[in-house]
């Protein structure tokens, strides 16, 4: 398992509506088209919080406005070198998952490795082993020396443990 960085504190930027409003009115005021500036603005977050994941950031508004600018310049570039646009229909589904599905997940995986990370090490072992790397329980209990039970005992209370580290904060996961 990787060790990650600390990660900031992103509940707080992501919640704050002005902030998503103010950088909202910032791109579309350069944009003049609500679709796209939906789409940067998503983008903006999104790469605040990998950028959180990993250092500080001592002024998320700022940090916010800067990357929203260089998204916004990336987009005029791209768009005046890019051919003829040709209009799509709504119904065409797009296959990649959506900006906020994506920080949906990194957060429930962040949040699942720093659970990992304070269970017991026997517990962790046998649910890692069981779980993830799909060894048997016979195989486990016979290489750890415990008995059968034992085993599902512990890959039951590492379940639980993940499921509480979740529901403490507020995020759902289906097993």
């Not at 990336?74 to 709504?90: I, K, M, N």
């Amino acid at each position: 398992m990787t060790e990650l960085a600390p990660a900031m504190d992103c509940a707080r930027p992501l919640a704050d509506l002005e902030l998503r409003r103010s950088l909202s009115r910032f791109v579309e005021g350069r944009l003049r088209d609500s679709h796209a500036s939906e789409d940067l603005v998503q983008e903006t977050y999104l790469r605040l919080y990998d950028y959180g994941r990993t250092r500080t950031v001592a002024n998320v508004g700022a940090f916010c406005f800067a990357i929203a600018r260089n998204l916004i310049h990336d987009y005029l570039r791209r768009a005046r070198t890019a051919p003829t646009r040709v209009e799509l229909a709504d119904e065409i589904p797009c296959p990649a998952p959506r900006i906020d599905e994506v920080l949906a997940y990194r957060e429930r995986v962040d949040v699942l490795v720093a659970a990992l990370r304070h269970m017991p090490p026997l517990r962790r072992e046998v649910f890692t082993r069981q779980r993830l790397d799909g060894d048997a329980v016979a195989t486990i209990a016979a290489e750890l020396d415990l008995s059968r039970a034992a085993v599902e005992k512990h890959v039951t209370r590492a379940v639980a443990d993940l499921r509480h580290a979740l529901e403490r904060r507020g995020l759902a996961l289906e097993w």
